[in-house]
């Protein structure tokens, strides 16, 4: 079975012959959940935007449901969802209005969209700012309007940076609770987050980047056994291969 997100042997960087990642190997295969995780300036967000054909590879490929950006353009935009670490919002639009821009440019029927946004706004505890600006909104509210336009799709795949940052504790539930939900459904996530002692418990595999380079991936057991500690932690494990190669 053909992995949902295939990055092969990726290269890539901001500048030609100077790549801040080099030869990645990463897959998420249907309905798994994937954590990639490293220090700051690790390659996490390079790697991110990879994905999201916001950098074009030096070398290899990165193909979301047999697709590359090349090959497909419109196709390949559509098989994910991004929810990014600092909310970008449209000032000018309310609340309601983002998901409904957001429905428009996926393609969701009318009848999706209402059944699928009356859901969202419940879980998440927006009702009340259904025509609220961003500029009236916290910053965590400002997130859950970020999450809520990801989940309003539903594609094969998504990418989330830094999930947690400025939500409450009900809302990372909510979140945390529809993730394994549509994972149970088939979706794909690739999870970037420095909250190690939360995925450890919903990931099923782990990636440790380390100086734009992988230096280990596999699942909780995997990795305990690479590294001999049979009952450490994640962020135990984490620490151990880390301060093994400072370099």
Same mark, same amino acid.
């Given at each position: 079975?053909?992995?949902? &997100?295939?990055?092969?042997?990726?290269? /890539?960087?901001?500048?030609?012959? @100077?790549? $801040?990642?080099?030869? =990645?190997?990463?897959?998420?295969?249907?309905?798994?959940?994937?954590? &990639?995780?490293?220090?700051?300036?690790? /390659?996490?967000?390079?790697?991110? @935007?990879? $994905?999201?054909?916001? =950098?074009?590879?030096?070398?290899?490929?990165?193909?979301?449901?047999?697709?590359?950006?090349?090959?497909?353009?419109?196709?390949?935009?559509?098989?994910?969802?991004?929810?990014?670490?600092?909310?970008?919002?449209?000032?000018?639009?309310?609340?309601?209005?983002?998901?409904?821009?957001?429905?428009?440019?996926?393609?969701?029927?009318?009848?999706?969209?209402?059944?699928?946004?009356?859901?969202?706004?419940?879980?998440?505890?927006?009702?009340?700012?259904?025509?609220?600006?961003?500029?009236?909104?916290s910053k965590g509210m400002k997130q859950k309007v970020m999450i809520m336009n990801a989940f309003l799709v539903k594609p094969s795949l998504y990418v989330i940076?830094?999930?947690?940052?400025?939500?409450?504790?009900?809302?990372?539930?909510?979140?945390?609770d529809m993730m394994d939900e549509f994972r149970k459904e088939g979706a794909s996530f690739l999870i970037c987050s420095h909250i190690l002692a939360t995925i450890?418990?919903?990931?099923?595999?782990?990636?440790?980047?380390?100086?734009?380079?992988?230096?280990?991936?596999?699942?909780?057991?995997?990795?305990?056994?690479?590294?001999?500690?049979?009952?450490?932690?994640?962020?135990?494990?984490?620490?151990?291969?880390?301060?093994?190669?400072?370099?």
């Amino acid at each position: 079975m053909n992995p949902i &997100l295939d990055i092969s042997k990726l290269s /890539g960087g901001y500048l030609p012959g @100077k790549p $801040i990642i080099r030869n =990645l190997d990463i897959r998420v295969g249907e309905g798994e959940m994937v954590g &990639l995780i490293g220090l700051n300036g690790a /390659g996490k967000s390079t790697t991110i @935007k990879h $994905i999201l054909g916001l =950098l074009k590879p030096q070398e290899g490929s990165v193909r979301i449901g047999n697709k590359t950006l090349e090959e497909d353009p419109l196709g390949y935009r559509a098989s994910y969802s991004f929810v990014p670490e600092s909310p970008e919002l449209y000032d000018e639009l309310t609340i309601e209005e983002h998901l409904e821009l957001t429905a428009m440019a996926y393609g969701v029927s009318d009848a999706e969209y209402q059944a699928r946004s009356q859901r969202l706004m419940d879980e998440f505890q927006m009702q009340a700012k259904r025509t609220s600006f961003p500029s009236q909104l916290s910053k965590g509210m400002k997130q859950k309007v970020m999450i809520m336009n990801a989940f309003l799709v539903k594609p094969s795949l998504y990418v989330i940076d830094e999930p947690f940052l400025g939500l409450d504790p009900l809302a990372m539930r909510s979140l945390l609770d529809m993730m394994d939900e549509f994972r149970k459904e088939g979706a794909s996530f690739l999870i970037c987050s420095h909250i190690l002692a939360t995925i450890e418990k919903y990931c099923d595999r782990f990636v440790v980047l380390h100086h734009g380079e992988i230096l280990a991936q596999g699942t909780l057991l995997e990795l305990r056994q690479q590294t001999g500690l049979p009952e450490a932690t994640l962020d135990e494990l984490f620490y151990h291969l880390i301060r093994g190669n400072p370099a």
